[in-house]
């Protein structure tokens, strides 16, 4: 799993993929900017990840993040995989 933490809610998702022992690397970025899309091609191109969680919105921050480039970097640099792709989201 690759983990995408910019705050809080990225960082319990790590913590409870620790607790649960799920294998997962940690992209983690400062709480004040988005998630870092050229760190994520890096990763995404050196591994294969069944499953990508990312934070929507940090509230702790009021980052909003990318989340549509987010799923066409995956579909890019993962053809034939079909990850998913895991949010916790704002609403309008």
Same mark, same amino acid.
Do not use: W
């Given at each position: 799993?690759?983990? *995408? @933490?910019?705050? #809080?809610?990225?960082? $319990?998702?790590? +913590?409870?993929?620790?607790? *649960? /022992?799920? !294998? %997962?690397?940690?992209? $983690?970025?400062?709480?004040?900017?988005?998630?870092?899309?050229?760190?994520?091609? /890096? #990763?995404? /191109? &050196?591994? +294969?990840? @069944? &499953?990508? #969680? #990312?934070? %929507?919105?940090?509230? /702790? @921050?009021?980052?909003? &993040?990318?989340?549509?480039?987010?799923?066409?970097?995956?579909?890019? %640099?993962? !053809?034939?995989?079909?990850? &998913? *792709?895991?949010?916790?989201?704002? $609403?309008?």
């Amino acid at each position: 799993m690759l983990v *995408l @933490s910019g705050g #809080a809610y990225g960082e $319990r998702i790590a +913590k409870i993929c620790s607790c *649960l /022992s799920v !294998p %997962h690397d940690v992209l $983690r970025n400062p709480e004040n900017s988005i998630i870092d899309l050229d760190e994520i091609v /890096s #990763a995404l /191109s &050196n591994n +294969k990840y @069944s &499953n990508v #969680a #990312a934070v %929507h919105s940090e509230t /702790s @921050s009021g980052v909003i &993040n990318p989340v549509v480039e987010l799923g066409q970097l995956i579909k890019q %640099h993962q !053809p034939g995989e079909q990850p &998913n *792709l895991g949010f916790v989201f704002a $609403r309008d």
